[in-house]
């Protein structure tokens, strides 16, 4: 069965350095992979959206990369501030019986930058 | 530009009661999508509406829950019986392509 998978252990890191949290799938092949960041109480926020056919996106501090081979995205926030504390989710479309595409989630890692 | 709301924010109900949510997607959004997170869990995908139709609903749980969008506009989504599995946040989403705006979230507790 599909499955996505990110780490469920907290990712802890000193402000400054560079996060990298991974998205891992199998048993698919998405035409494009999106990241939300959600703080608590609050509903996920679209991040960045990366296609099949492109191997790295970037926004301000952000950047994603797809590896379609591995099966595999990167999501990197450089310069980290303790504002970027959040869980991030990454979501892949995939073919529900309707015949469109849904966005399924990971169940997202937590960051915390730490002062 | 107003965002995706919900109401209520928060709901405690007994088992065996009644209970409906309601979304207010962004104004223009076909789309409309139901998730709901568990304790613990990823956030599981609902249903999806495009306009007032139901396009895909296979990630409904069982016949307890009935979704409705009236004229395409806002949706309900009713539970009734409620049971204690039931507890967990609900979401609602809209879009008008593949980015979707999130809702802050409806928190059920069925006691």
């Known amino acids: 069965s599909q499955k996505i998978e990110q780490n469920s252990e907290a990712l802890n890191i000193q402000e400054g350095k560079t996060a990298t949290l991974t998205c891992n799938y199998t048993n698919y092949s998405p035409a494009y992979l999106q990241w939300y960041r959600q703080d608590p109480g609050r509903g996920p926020v679209f991040l960045l959206l990366i296609r099949e056919n492109e191997k790295e996106k970037r926004k301000e501090r952000l950047k994603v990369t797809f590896d379609t081979t591995l099966k595999q995205s990167l999501f990197h926030i450089t310069a980290s501030q303790p504002a970027d504390s959040a869980t991030y989710l990454c979501?892949?479309?995939?073919?529900?019986?309707?015949?469109?595409?849904?966005?399924?989630f990971g169940r997202g890692t937590s960051l915390i930058v730490h002062p | 530009e107003a965002g995706v709301t919900q109401f209520p924010s928060h709901s405690v109900i007994e088992k065996g009661q009644t209970v409906t949510l309601r979304c207010d997607p962004i104004?223009?959004?076909?789309?409309l999508y139901w998730y709901r997170r568990v304790m613990g869990k990823e956030i599981k995908f609902l249903l999806h509406f495009v306009k007032e139709s139901k396009q895909d609903e296979s990630g409904m749980p069982n016949n307890r829950f009935l979704a409705e969008r009236t004229g395409g506009t806002y949706s309900t989504l009713k539970v009734q019986p409620a049971e204690l599995e039931d507890s967990g946040v609900y979401f609602c989403?809209?879009?008008?392509?593949?980015?979707?705006?999130f809702g802050p979230g409806t928190r059920l507790t069925v006691t």
């Open positions: 989403a809209s879009s008008l392509t593949t980015v979707m705006y």
């Open positions: 104004s223009g959004h076909d789309n």
């Open positions: 979501a892949l479309d995939m073919k529900g019986s309707g015949g469109s595409y849904i966005p399924t």
